[in-house]
């Protein structure tokens, strides 16, 4: 069975991510470690505990991480999802704790457990990741696979017009884990969009469903909702890490993806979070890949009403 780590800012995106994956018969969840983004980490880490309490599912252990990225202030998304990263409607009361150990350590005692079998899920910034790779380069080199919720992908971001919010609040983490050689999936927010939202009617199933989880995961996305209708007009939830949690979980979804070389832009103000990806494509002045080897698959296109159904099956099951 695979072994997986999800490593979560948890906010209420991550939080429909981890009911997914804690209900998946298919996988072992080794654990979930914490990290500032969404919210600080002491909130990612209670929201975390939260959902893995109101799971029907797994409990794995949890251990927090960074509090801070490697260089520089955090930067939150509470304007998004709330004060408390899940809606703001008094649903975080955990009785769960986490371990003592920290993150990092976990992961690196995990792996050299399990070397390469350990699957990571990243579904928010990757300064756990880099601070493991930079602790312990050798055994993170026995890191079977990472999933990334980041980037843009080949699309817009939506923390800046190139930079996408995972990748903005710890750039120069990311750059470590891209340039590590660990095999690297990356689930851009460009196929997040679209079909592949949550809609009024999806909504309404879950709450009529009555099921504990189903239910928390409309109503923790309550304020990412008013910001989407306050954005657009559009009554939709965008869940950017349950679309890559269903990239983990079925694969068989994906129905496009390209071997790319990836670069973190971490110099310019203006660029800083940028992930410029390079699927090889011949252009004006060069014929595909040049110095640069792929490091990266990047997922181009998903099955929305796939993904969708096996995550409503997940979620009411």
Request: glycine share 6%; proline share 5%.
């Amino acid at each position: 069975m695979r072994r997986i780590i999800i490593d979560t800012d948890c906010g209420s995106d991550d939080a429909v991510a981890l009911i997914m994956a804690l209900k998946s018969k298919d996988i072992q969840i080794e654990a979930i470690t914490t990290v500032c983004g969404n919210v600080p980490l002491e909130l990612a880490t209670k929201n975390a505990l939260m959902t893995i309490q109101v799971t029907n599912g797994q409990k794995p252990p949890l251990y927090a991480g960074a509090s801070k990225p490697l260089m520089r202030e955090l930067v939150t998304a509470v304007n998004v999802h709330g004060n408390d990263g899940m809606g703001d409607l008094d649903l975080i009361h955990p009785l769960l704790m986490p371990e003592n150990m920290h993150a990092v350590d976990a992961i690196l005692n995990m792996v050299e457990r399990y070397p390469s079998e350990i699957e990571i899920v990243a579904i928010g910034p990757v300064t756990n990741i880099a601070l493991a790779i930079m602790k312990e380069p050798s055994i993170m080199k026995k890191v079977k696979h990472i999933y990334s919720m980041g980037t843009a992908g080949f699309g817009r971001g939506n923390t800046t017009p190139v930079a996408e919010f995972n990748v903005y609040v710890d750039a120069e983490a990311y750059d470590i884990m891209l340039r590590s050689e660990i095999p690297i999936t990356i689930i851009g927010f460009d196929i997040c969009l679209g079909d592949a939202a949550l809609n009024k009617n999806d909504m309404e199933l879950l709450m009529e469903s009555g099921k504990e989880e189903a239910v928390f995961a409309v109503k923790c996305n309550q304020s990412l909702l008013e910001y989407n209708l306050k954005r657009s007009g559009e009554h939709i939830v965008d869940l950017p890490d349950a679309v890559a949690m269903g990239v983990v979980l079925w694969p068989e979804i994906v129905t496009n993806s390209a071997e790319c070389f990836s670069k973190t832009c971490i110099m310019d103000p203006i660029t800083y979070g940028q992930v410029i990806i390079d699927d090889g494509a011949v252009l004006a002045v060069s014929d595909g890949f040049t110095v640069q080897k792929p490091n990266s698959t990047v997922c181009k296109a998903i099955d929305n009403q796939a993904f969708k159904t096996k995550m409503f099956q997940s979620l009411l099951q």
